[in-house]
T-cell receptor, first 116, second 112 residues
Framework: GAVVSQHPSWVICKSGTSVKIECRSL??????MFWYRQFPKQSLMLMAT?????????EQGVEKDKFLINHASLTLSTLTVTSAHPEDSSFYIC????????????FGPGTRLTVL | AQSVTQPDIHITVSEGASLELRCNYSYGATPYLFWYVQSPGQGLQLLLKYFSGDTLVQGIKGFEAEFKRSQSSFNLRKPSVHWSDAAEYFC??????????FGKGTTLSVSS
């Protein structure tokens, strides 16, 4: 149990376009999902906290108009990178905590974004 | 400030040898503590976690970790390393319902 999926697993796009990444909890409901960004050979940095039915909470320095987060249901959160630029190229990982569970977060497999 | 420190950036261990990866934390109270493993280009897999109770916790793949409050440490151990254990290891902490705070990670290489 406790499986989190992400789609797509990798994406290449042109500079200026927008890309949507989906994060789904497959076998549990997640009130809260988290979005992280990871640069090569580095640790995970929290971008935002996504709460079902409310606005996401962004970390300092993360542009909320550039990284749009929607958490429309208890099993789906989406991250849209708007007007992507090469510096947005990164590995994006989501995690989800089981509603009413033991506060363990389960991670998706990640999405590799390359902006040309 | 809340933080996680993994002092060793890169460790090389011979196959069959024992392993200890260090993790120290700074937190106002006793946090929830986790160890995750990440293979290249993959997501994170939970190895083990500590919430409360017995300070020695057992995880998957033969790993264990010991919580030492006096040392603010949560070191990961394995008695005999396999080549498939080569990966990036992250120590992390949080409180209930909050985002994880990660250490910078330790890269484990296994030599034959």
């Amino acid at each position: 149990g406790a499986v989190v999926s992400q789609h797509p697993s990798w994406v290449i796009c042109k500079s200026g376009t927008s890309v949507k990444i989906e994060c789904r909890s497959l076998d549990f409901q997640a009130t809260t999902m988290f979005w992280y960004r990871q640069f090569p050979k580095q640790s995970l940095m929290l971008m935002a906290t996504s709460n079902e039915g409310s606005k996401a909470t962004y970390e300092q320095g993360v542009e909320k108009d550039k990284f749009l987060i929607n958490h429309a249901s208890l099993t789906l959160s989406t991250l849209t990178v708007t007007s992507a630029h090469p510096e947005d190229s990164s590995f994006y990982i989501c995690s989800a905590g089981e509603r009413g569970g033991t506060d363990t977060q389960y991670f998706g497999p990640g999405t590799r974004l390359t902006v040309l | 400030a809340q933080s996680v420190t993994q002092p060793d950036i890169h460790i090389t261990v011979s196959e069959g040898a024992s392993l200890e990866l260090r993790c120290n934390y700074s937190y106002g109270a006793t946090p929830y503590l986790f160890w995750y493993v990440q293979s290249p280009g993959q997501g994170l897999q939970l190895l083990l976690k500590y919430f409360s109770g017995d300070t020695l916790v057992q995880g998957i793949k033969g790993f264990e970790a010991e919580f030492k409050r006096s040392q603010s440490s949560f070191n990961l151990r394995k008695p005999s390393v396999h080549w498939s254990d080569a990966a990036e290891y992250f120590c992390a902490l949080n409180q209930a319902g909050t985002a994880l705070i990660f250490g910078k990670g330790t890269t484990l290489s296994v030599s034959s």
